[in-house]
């Protein structure tokens, strides 16, 4: 006869209810760029949001400048936290000029990974302002197989991302990556347009690396202009450029020199229009930006300054139900000022998490813990002086991230967090509005002081 096991069966259970209900009193935590969410495993049953934890932290009173302006309906306003209310001052003003090139960087996580978003407001200022190209493009990255706006392959290098397990974060570039080429590795760049996908002309590529010196590689345009090019030992980045027009570029290292590091290529104007580099990064919180050395930044500051700094993260950050953000607050005040630090000349921008939905008594809506964050997001961009820009807002104009997954076609992916192609151009448009509106108060703004003089 068996021995009844019920009495153990039933310990056993009880334990592993209890272990599992013990993780919900585990608070949220990171480590680096790691974060630990606080486990909720009664959120699926628990009836209503009525716990302290679904509060939503919304009560930032929002500083009025001391020149006020009403935004228009269908805009949401660029908002102005820096203590003059001229965060982005130089920004309008270079865009006014519109006599060299005005070149903003674009920071994201994977909301904006493959160059959505960044490709559509690109070309919004490209049609308005002048420019061409695709802007800074990694040697080689993960979005090669999907980024519709340029064709790119790679060979022969030794690829290092800051997600990886091994990197070396003193030897990343501005992107978050950095390739050592053996002897003949190769890469090709092929740049395309947004609305046809046809293969589009840059009228320069520039390459960015780091060498001790001995570096030769030779580069073919169009399949049919080969010029060699060689690079003697620097402390600091160097740039080669190789003027077009180009539709497409190949580079073929020679001879890989003494610790060479490449970090990407440039594809655009070098001498007027607007320029829209995209820096994404998929399963980041922003603040990996902090560990970029200074050195490093500020090279690419000399070689390539940038008028425009945006920042927009939050969705590896972000749970459902989470209040309080102050260890991201923290982290990012301090990414932002490492920034500023570096580029002495840049505005900055920063753009919230977008809308981002869970079921909640039986319906999908925007997840109070993504509330938190906007207004979180919202006290680093006062508290640092620059400006914000409130992207649930923005989206809640075209019924939200619930909109944008129903429209037909689609405009989000049915995660209820990542947008599709023409969810980023909805986005941009809103985006490109809002800056086109803030440059005419600005200029209106210029105006009446010059009248008060």
Request: glycine residues 6%; negative net charge.
């Given at each position: 006869m068996t021995d009844n096991k019920i009495n153990q069966v039933l310990i056993f259970v009880s334990a592993v209810i209890a272990g599992t209900l013990l993780l919900s009193f585990i608070p949220a935590f990171n480590m680096g760029d790691f974060q630990m969410k606080k486990a909720d495993v009664l959120a699926d049953i628990r009836i209503g949001e009525k716990n302290n934890d679904t509060l939503i932290i919304d009560t930032f009173?929002?500083?009025?400048?001391?020149?006020v302006d009403t935004c228009k309906t269908g805009v949401i306003c660029?908002?102005?936290?820096s203590a003059k209310h001229?965060?982005?001052?130089r920004f309008y003003n270079a865009l006014n000029a519109n006599n060299r090139p005005?070149?903003?960087?674009?920071f994201g996580d994977s909301f904006i990974e493959g160059d959505l978003l960044t490709c559509s407001l690109r070309d919004l200022f490209k049609k308005k302002y002048g420019g061409n190209g695709v802007g800074f493009v990694p040697v080689n990255c993960i979005t090669a197989g999907f980024r519709t706006t340029v064709?790119?392959?790679?060979?022969?290098?030794?690829e290092h991302c800051i997600t990886d397990s091994i990197f070396s974060r003193g030897k990343q570039g501005i992107s978050g990556h950095y390739f050592v080429p053996d002897t003949n590795a190769t890469a090709t760049f092929s740049c395309r347009t947004v609305s046809e996908k046809k293969i589009d002309t840059c009228s320069a590529a520039a390459f960015y690396f780091i060498t001790d010196g001995n570096l030769k590689f030779t580069t073919v345009v169009n399949r049919k202009t080969t010029k060699r090019h060689t690079a003697e030992g620097s402390k600091d980045i160097q740039k080669i450029s190789v003027e077009g027009p180009i539709a497409h570029i190949k580079i073929t290292v020679d001879n890989p020199g003494i610790n060479t590091r490449f970090f990407g290529i440039t594809l655009d104007d070098e001498k007027t229009g607007i320029v829209v580099d995209n820096y994404s990064l998929r399963g980041v919180s922003g603040e990996n930006l902090k560990s970029i050395p200074e050195k490093t930044l500020k090279d690419f500051d000399k070689l390539r300054s940038y008028d425009l700094i945006v920042l927009q993260y939050g969705l590896n950050v972000a749970t459902k139900t989470q209040t309080r953000y102050d260890y991201y607050k923290k982290a990012m005040t301090g990414v932002i000022n490492h920034l500023r630090n570096s580029f002495p000349d840049s505005d900055f921008l920063l753009i919230s998490v977008g809308d981002r939905a869970a079921k909640i008594n039986g319906e999908m809506t925007t997840m109070p813990g993504?509330?938190?964050l906007t207004a979180t997001q919202r006290e680093i961009a006062a508290e640092c002086g620059i400006a914000f820009w409130n992207l649930i807002d923005v989206m809640a104009l075209d019924g939200g991230i619930t909109g944008y997954v129903k429209s037909k076609p689609p405009k989000a992916n049915?995660?209820?967090?990542?947008?599709?192609?023409?969810?980023?151009?909805?986005?941009?448009?809103h985006l490109f509005e809002s800056i086109e509106y803030g440059k005419e108060k600005y200029l209106e703004k210029k105006k009446y002081k010059e009248l008060k003089q």
């Open positions: 009173t929002q500083i009025i400048p001391e020149f660029i908002s102005d936290y001229d965060a982005l001052d005005v070149r903003i960087a674009y064709l790119t392959s790679a060979a022969g290098w030794d993504v509330k938190n049915l995660d209820y967090t990542h947008i599709k192609m023409l969810g980023g151009e909805q986005i941009a448009n």
